[in-house]
């Protein structure tokens, strides 16, 4: 049954800000995301609930070439340890690793992401340590200069709300990608960018 695909936690933050008390409902999913080593979903294959951080571990070689996703959204990775290129992967099929913007079948590790929700909200910041001009954007947006933004480069992001977001090194987005989730990163290392361009921005809303 459905249960066998994920699990739902649900809980309630309340904090106290200028605007008197809030209130934020979040909740968490342990989806099913099953890799293949052939397109089209042929050849070995590993199915995965929760966090995986290395597929060798669980008798898998590194070579992806079709996925399904049954439940959940899940931020991939071409290399063991939750490191190296990223790669979201929402609700559906993906016969080949085009589909999911690789240029190889290289994949090592994986983790469902944990947010989901209505509330979407995100500053970029043009400087590290959340300094400098600051966009706050709370839908997708193809091309951040056409919010005012004078630049190509996020230095520092604070996600709030209840959702997870991807950002794109190009506009429309394409480009490599990196998946944040609420809290404050004060700089790219901490999404795991090894420079500042960023042109576009989405929501994640494909759960299931």
């Known amino acids: 049954g459905v249960s066998n695909f994920f699990s739902v936690?649900?809980?309630?933050?309340?904090?106290?800000?200028?605007?008197?008390?809030?209130?934020?409902?979040?909740?968490?999913?342990?989806?099913?995301?099953?890799?293949?080593?052939?397109?089209?979903?042929?050849?070995?294959?590993?199915?995965?609930?929760?966090?995986?951080?290395?597929?060798?571990?669980?008798?898998?070689?590194?070579?992806?070439?079709?996925?399904?996703?049954?439940?959940g959204a899940w931020i991939c990775y071409d290399h063991p340890d939750f490191k190296g290129q990223q790669y979201i992967l929402e609700h559906g099929e993906y016969p080949e690793f085009q589909r999911w913007n690789s240029h190889n079948d290289h994949m090592g590790s994986c983790k469902p992401i944990r947010m989901h929700g209505e509330h979407y909200r995100?500053?970029?910041?043009?400087?590290?340590?959340?300094?400098?001009?600051?966009?706050?954007?709370?839908?997708?947006?193809?091309?951040?200069?056409?919010?005012?933004?004078?630049?190509?480069?996020?230095?520092?992001?604070?996600?709030?709300?209840?959702g997870a977001w991807v950002m794109y090194e190009e506009p429309n987005f394409r480009g490599r990608m990196y998946i944040v989730e609420r809290g404050n990163y004060c700089s790219p290392n901490e999404w795991q960018a090894q420079n500042p361009n960023i042109q576009s921005i989405r929501r994640v809303v494909n759960y299931f």
């Open 122 to 162: 995100i500053e970029l910041f043009e400087s590290c340590n959340f300094s400098g001009q600051c966009v706050e954007i709370c839908d997708d947006c193809p091309f951040l200069q056409s919010r005012g933004f004078s630049k190509n480069c996020i230095n520092s992001v604070r996600v709030y709300g209840d």
């Open 9 to 71: 936690t649900l809980c309630v933050w309340l904090w106290a800000s200028s605007d008197g008390i809030q209130w934020v409902k979040m909740s968490q999913y342990s989806g099913k995301i099953t890799f293949y080593e052939g397109k089209c979903f042929t050849g070995r294959k590993l199915e995965v609930r929760g966090d995986c951080d290395n597929f060798q571990d669980r008798g898998f070689m590194n070579r992806v070439n079709s996925i399904r996703v049954e439940s």
